[in-house]
């Protein structure tokens, strides 16, 4: 267990709807980051949090967004879905958001898109 | 740009045999390297990392990895494989100035009885 929680564990939704995916970081993770693990991109990493404020952005659609709340927990939210976004969606944390840079992982939420 | 190549796909190996899962990464600066397993239905397991010093790390689960810049590597072995290393394997890079980890794009080792 790395200590990283997200909800749910699966979501199965339609296409058009809108989703939002919940990270819990591990105590003292002022980081988080989001990662899109598909069959055909692989792991792609999409937006990285720190302390509340966005720092780096990755492979993210401008259908997608994230924040992160000020107990640090951060949302994913997925939106006008396609059947393309069906996907592992993995939260991870660390310490710090740069040098240190060892990510603890979350179990995943799969989104199935039909 | 930094990227990550795992040249075999998938990999098979008897238990008890040795193993080794190849990684080359490419990156500008001095890198940070790390190998993830992920097991079936679930979430990346962090079993080792280099960061800088001793170009051989241990790792959890009698895994080891060796650093070798000159070949820009980080290759993962494993002495004697047991059945429940049958997994998918991820070599990563990241660094001091970057936020993010690049993933290469995995190897699955099935172990065979």
């Known amino acids: 267990d790395s200590g990283v929680t997200q909800t749910p564990k699966h979501l199965i939704t339609a296409t058009g709807q809108r989703v939002t995916l919940r990270c819990s970081p591990r105590?003292?993770?002022?980081?988080v980051y989001w990662y899109q693990q598909s069959l055909d991109q692989g792991l792609q990493f999409l937006i990285q949090?720190?302390?509340?404020?966005?720092?780096a952005k990755g492979n993210i659609l401008e259908r997608f967004s994230a924040q992160q709340f000020p107990d640090l927990h951060s949302e994913l939210n997925l939106s006008s879905l396609e059947l393309g976004d069906s996907a592992l969606y993995f939260c991870?944390?660390?310490?710090?958001?740069?040098?240190?840079?060892?990510?603890?992982f979350g179990p995943g939420t799969r989104l199935t898109v039909l | 740009a930094q990227s990550v190549t795992q040249p075999d796909i998938h990999i098979t190996v008897s238990e008890g045999a040795s193993l080794e899962l190849r990684c080359n990464y490419s990156?500008?600066?001095?890198?940070?390297l790390f190998w993830y397993v992920q097991s079936p239905g679930q979430g990346l397991q962090l079993l080792l990392k280099?960061?800088?010093?001793?170009?051989l790390v241990q790792g959890i689960k009698g895994f080891e990895a060796e650093f070798k810049r000159s070949q820009s590597s980080f290759n993962l072995r494993k002495p004697s494989v047991h059945w429940s290393d049958a997994a998918e394997y991820f070599c990563?890079?990241?660094?001091?100035?970057?936020?993010?980890?690049?993933f290469g794009a995995g190897t699955t080792v099935t172990v065979r009885a």
């Open positions: 991870a944390s660390s310490p710090q958001g740069r040098g240190y840079n060892e990510q603890f």
């Open positions: 105590s003292g993770d002022l980081s």
């Open positions: 949090y720190y302390n509340g404020e966005e720092r």
């Open positions: 990156y500008g600066a001095t890198p940070y």
């Open positions: 280099y960061f800088s010093g001793d170009t």
């Open positions: 990563a890079v990241g660094g001091e100035a970057d936020y993010k980890l690049s």
